[in-house]
């Protein structure tokens, strides 16, 4: 059975978005694992406005917690995905050479309208259970206009995650 997703503006009679397939909104890779599935959907308010968006994430199979997420909300005349940040790219630099992150480990919750995202840091000998360098921890907000997230922090914490 396909997955899929409705949203429904608040006050609208019937559904205005529904899909099957994440990688139509733009932003998610088109090779999807056919394993994954979808962890969550949850309305969120990331602007100080009445305006809401939906959060998407879709889990993979195995014990590697990867996962792809998406942020839905108005994108000129419609609804989509909004642009994505390239947060491994701001990791990566600050690794020292012994030292790897899980490719999309992100753990990600909602704090107010804010999102606060969690990247662990391996020894290469570590379990994908344990990471023991500490993490990366992002927080994120909705840029005031156009459809897209901004980068509030970033910032690497010792110690195990």
């Known amino acids: 059975m396909p997955e899929f997703v409705t ?8 559904p205005t ?7 139509a909104l733009g932003g998610l890779p088109d090779d999807v694992d ?6 969550r959907v949850e309305e969120v308010r990331l602007r ?3 305006t809401r968006q939906v959060l998407v994430t879709r889990m993979y199979g195995g014990n590697s917690g990867a996962m792809d997420w998406c942020v839905i909300g108005a994108v000129g005349d419609g609804i989509g995905c909004w642009s994505q940040l390239d947060l491994d790219a701001r990791a990566k630099p600050q690794l020292r050479p012994d030292e790897e992150i899980g490719l999309d480990d992100w753990l990600l ?15 290469p000998d570590d379990a994908h ?20 997230l901004v980068v509030d922090s ?8």
């Open 34 to 39: 056919p394993d994954a599935h979808f962890d």
């Open 7 to 14: 949203f429904t503006p608040s006050g609208a009679a019937e």
């Open 109 to 123: 919750e909602v704090a107010g309208n804010c999102l606060r995202l969690g990247l662990p840091i391996f020894d």
């Open 129 to 148: 259970c344990c990471p023991s360098r500490g993490s990366f921890a992002a927080e994120l907000s909705a840029h005031p206009v156009e459809p897209r």
């Open 154 to 161: 970033f910032v690497r914490q010792p110690g195990q995650m």
């Open 48 to 50: 100080d406005d009445a």
């Open 17 to 23: 978005l529904a899909f099957t397939d994440l990688t």
